[in-house]
């Protein structure tokens, strides 16, 4: 029977909550963070490997992730740079995730495909240094953990109709197509962001091309790992270009007769977009493109492998699921309850991509830190072990967006629930002042832990 999908909760609080880029603009920063003199001051390295005297564990690793779009112009220059991560090591980070490919498609390190990133979100910042090695080398000097991330699915930006989905004529035979109450359209025409198909070849050959040419160049040689972000659909409504229903037919073993209503439809046109009706073949579909998720980190987890071993891939998803709408199986293949839910199939959980990870970022972006109800970040650390079985480490991270968020209590959360912690984003800790917060949460927890932090033994200055 068919089921009717109104998908209001899902619309709310699902789509692009987490993982919707934070947008450059006029925002309250001290103007020391962006345009302090060079910052001489010399900090001894700390190894990241280090444990203290009588310790027994290690510290685990507490992780600010600097998105590119939003901290663009912020990195401008290098003493910028230099004086923010030292800021943020004296703050209690060991370890840092710098965004390299935006959502324009170009790149911030040096790419022999990927044009450059010149302009990102209506800036323009022009480097005479390499952004990628720049950062790496401070960070490693202040003994930093450092990986690299990418938007990986995102290619440009639709309002300013610009980037490698408009300029580049590899990634315009990608572009998604979606199925809306107006028809088939392409996602540059009504989608928020220019995202590409994941299931075609030359997504996943791009996609491996980046990591491969990132982890051979020796300049990027002290790299520690990748994390693939927007590794997803946007949503329910991608991919139906002829490519993706010729790959589901061939799936499926049949031809879909009537395209693409057999997957869902709409009753009138005036409805939303998550205002549809499921066909026949929807639980199907679910399933195959959760699949293509999986192989697309499967293939890229090979591929970083091969030319470095010794590095970790990751993938950062909402902490909340499941999440059949943008096809990210984030579970263990081995945790079969997921065959339960209304839109699964007897097959769903061999779709989940766990054990190709090396850890998981779980994104439990919410603003209830402690709390056992579905809205807390502590509910949600405890019930993702349930999905991932040990099939890899997990970390938590959180937001800072928001003012007055309990970033202490979060960050001692983290570090001692999960083996790591990451705190989105460099931009809020900074327009906030979290700075303080969050050496707290984590002297308290390596006191919990037992671990004489290496920052705390050197006692850097504040």
């Known amino acids: 029977m068919y089921k009717k999908i109104v998908l209001a909760l899902f619309a709310a609080a699902l789509v692009f909550a987490c993982e919707t880029p934070v947008k450059p603009g006029p925002i309250d920063i001290d103007p020391n963070d962006t345009i302090a003199p060079p910052d001489t001051t010399i900090i001894d390295p700390v190894d990241s490997n280090y444990i203290a005297p009588g310790d027994t564990v290690r510290e685990k690793p507490l992780v600010m992730w600097i998105d590119a779009s939003a901290n663009f112009s912020r990195f401008a ?109 392409k996602i540059s025409e009504e989608g928020q962001f220019g995202a590409i198909n994941p299931c075609h ?68 046109p005036d409805k939303s977009r998550t205002d549809f009706t499921t066909g026949p073949l929807f639980n199907q579909w679910i399933e195959w493109r959760a699949k293509v998720i999986h192989d697309v980190v499967a293939e890229c987890r090979a591929a970083l492998k091969e030319v470095r071993p010794d590095s970790d891939l990751s993938v950062w998803a909402a902490a909340w699921y499941p999440l059949p709408h943008t096809g990210q199986n984030w579970a263990s293949p081995r945790y079969t309850y997921a065959d339960n839910y209304w839109w699964s199939t007897k097959n769903y959980h061999t779709t989940g991509y766990a054990d190709q990870l090396d850890y998981f970022q779980l994104g439990a972006y919410y603003n209830k830190v402690m709390g056992f109800d579905t809205d ?87």
């Open 77 to 185: 220059r290098k003493q910028d740079i230099k004086s923010t991560l030292k800021k943020a090591r004296n703050a209690g980070f060991n370890g840092i995730v710098v965004g390299v490919k935006p959502g324009n498609g170009c790149a911030l390190y040096e790419s022999e495909f990927l044009q450059p990133c010149v302009t990102l979100g209506g800036n323009t910042v022009q480097r005479d240094y390499d952004y990628l090695e720049y950062i790496l080398q401070t960070a490693k000097e202040l003994g930093m953990r450092v990986e690299a991330s990418a938007s990986v699915m995102v290619m440009g930006e639709n309002s300013r109709r610009y980037g490698a989905l408009f300029d580049d004529d590899y990634f315009k035979e990608l572009e998604c197509v979606e199925w809306l109450p107006s028809g088939l359209k």
């Open 201 to 268: 070849p030359k997504t996943v050959a791009y996609v491996k091309r980046m990591l491969t040419e990132m982890f051979s160049n020796p300049k990027y040689a002290a790299l520690d790992g990748f994390v693939l972000d927007y590794c997803r659909y946007m949503d329910y409504n991608s991919d139906f270009s002829d490519y993706s229903r010729a790959c589901f037919e061939q799936y499926i073993g049949k031809s879909v007769e009537n395209w693409p209503a057999d997957i869902y439809y709409y009753t009138s």
């Open 376 to 462: 807390c970040i502590q509910y949600s650390l405890t019930v993702a072990r349930q999905y991932l079985k040990g099939d890899c480490d997990m970390w938590g991270t959180f937001s800072v967006a928001k003012q007055n968020f309990d970033a202490k209590s979060a960050v001692k959360l983290c570090l001692t629930q999960t083996e790591g912690c990451m705190v989105f984003d460099l931009v809020h800790i900074a327009n906030w002042n979290y700075w303080s917060k969050i050496k707290a949460g984590a002297d308290e927890a390596w006191e919990e832990l037992g671990v004489n932090s290496p920052l705390k033994s050197k006692q850097f200055p504040e």
